[in-house]
């Protein structure tokens, strides 16, 4: 029976408390799924702290063991506060078992304190950013990037995850076509996600629109043209600016571009870099050399030939594969790098990492880019003011291919 004038403690009282999903509770308890080793030990310290005591366990809480509350009778149902204490029994380092179970007992009484304050502040904070406490985040990204090989975007989503995940938030992705809208309006409507990460593609404006409308927490990953939103990306004219002034102040007045779709920023960005570069040291590029919307290994070994038939001293590729199609393809022509053509891309990654030549390129933190998008949006969720513009660092490498 219990006590008079003590409640019950369940799952969404810990979870409501602590900020977190009744879901986390469950695998903090029963010790399965994927869940962070603090959030855990946070969750069990919670419920050993404010379990109620069965008759025969008051004695062992008295003293402040932790593990004791939660100790079933002999002959009772094994409920979820039992759970809870096993595994926080557990999860104890051998030696003196009174001694740590008192330290236990008292740090549990301080980690609840903590929690409790976390929570109350944790709480006020999203209500103030707009969450509704599905601890979900959704990316927001549109489905034709699925139809293409690029190892781009699968880092993206792996950083979001990874501060997702460290926050205790499930990501949901959202497949969108820009031209329909409604599936992302179903689910602001339906207040499925606390907040959203859009991956910028193109330089169409109609989802951050809506999302600024909707008054949902957002934050980009990609440029935006409106500085008013939280956004993050990779300073890609400025990068390819640098990497296109590097060659041609070692005397290569010819210089081949290779770029992908034209719709997406990045290419264009890109393409911005790489001229400006040629009007700041009175070069002219030759626009015969250079060819866009290049996304396939045919289309990028017609480019290759028609490049070395018209002279070109050296070949700027758009991101590392479309640079292993024409490095495929000048191999196959016996075309020697540095000595016949040289080579640099974007993107310093694996695929060209058994080049016979090590490849020039400018490396990416494209995970970071992930992950400064869904820290933007977390901070936003917590009422935190930061910086609403991030452009990421970058690297020039120069190797063997432009000496």
């Given amino acids: 029976m219990q006590e008079p004038g003590l409640k019950k403690l369940t799952m969404d009282d810990v979870a409501r408390e602590l900020g977190v999903s009744k879901t986390t509770v469950s695998r903090s308890v029963s010790g399965k799924g994927r869940i962070g080793k603090e959030t855990r030990e946070r969750v069990l310290s919670y419920i050993a702290a404010h379990s109620h005591k069965q ?12 593990a004791a509350a939660a100790k079933p009778v002999p002959g009772s149902r094994k409920s979820w506060q ?14 003196s078992r009174q001694a740590e179970q008192d330290e236990a007992g008292s740090r549990a009484a301080g980690q609840a304190a903590a929690a409790r304050h976390s929570s109350v502040r944790n709480s006020s904070a999203r209500k103030k950013a707009g969450n509704r406490g599905t601890c979900n985040i959704g990316v927001v990204l549109p489905a034709d990037l699925f139809s293409q090989d690029r190892p781009y ?13 460290s926050e205790d938030y499930d990501v949901i992705m959202i497949l969108i076509d820009t031209n329909d809208l409604s599936r992302l309006s179903r689910v602001i409507e339906k207040h499925k996600v606390d907040g959203l990460i859009l991956i910028r593609t193109s330089g169409d404006e109609k989802p951050v629109e809506m999302l600024k409308n909707s008054g949902i927490p957002f934050a980009a990953a990609g440029m935006s043209e409106d500085t008013q939103i939280y956004q993050a990306d990779n300073d890609y004219a400025e990068a390819c600016y640098e990497l296109t002034s590097i060659l041609l102040m070692k005397g290569l007045k010819k210089i081949a571009a290779v770029a992908g779709n034209m719709n997406y920023l990045m290419n264009q960005k890109r393409m911005e870099g790489f001229y400006k570069a040629h009007r700041e040291r009175g070069a002219v590029p030759d626009k015969s050399l250079v060819f866009t919307d290049i996304n396939s290994a045919l289309s990028a070994a017609k480019a290759a030939d028609t490049i ?13 594969l479309l640079a292993s199609y024409v490095l495929r393809e000048l191999e196959e022509k016996n075309i020697r ?11 310093d990654s694996q695929l060209l990492a058994s080049a016979k030549t090590g490849i020039t390129a400018i490396a990416f933190h494209t995970e970071e880019l992930g992950r400064e998008a869904c820290r933007m949006l977390l901070h ?7 910086p609403r513009v991030a452009k990421l660092p970058y690297e020039v490498t120069l190797r063997e291919s432009t000496k």
């Fill in 55 to 66: 008759p025969d366990a008051a004695k062992g809480q008295e003293s402040g063991t932790a």
């Fill in 82 to 95: 039992e759970q809870a204490g096993r595994q926080q029994a557990e999860q104890a380092e051998s030696g």
């Fill in 153 to 165: 975007f699968p880092k993206v989503l792996k950083g979001i995850s990874e501060v997702a995940d």
């Fill in 308 to 320: 070395l038939m018209r002279g070109a001293g050296c070949i700027l590729c758009g991101d590392d």
């Fill in 337 to 347: 790098i540095p000595q016949d053509m040289r080579l640099a891309c974007f993107h």
């Fill in 380 to 386: 936003q969720l917590r009422g935190e003011e930061v």
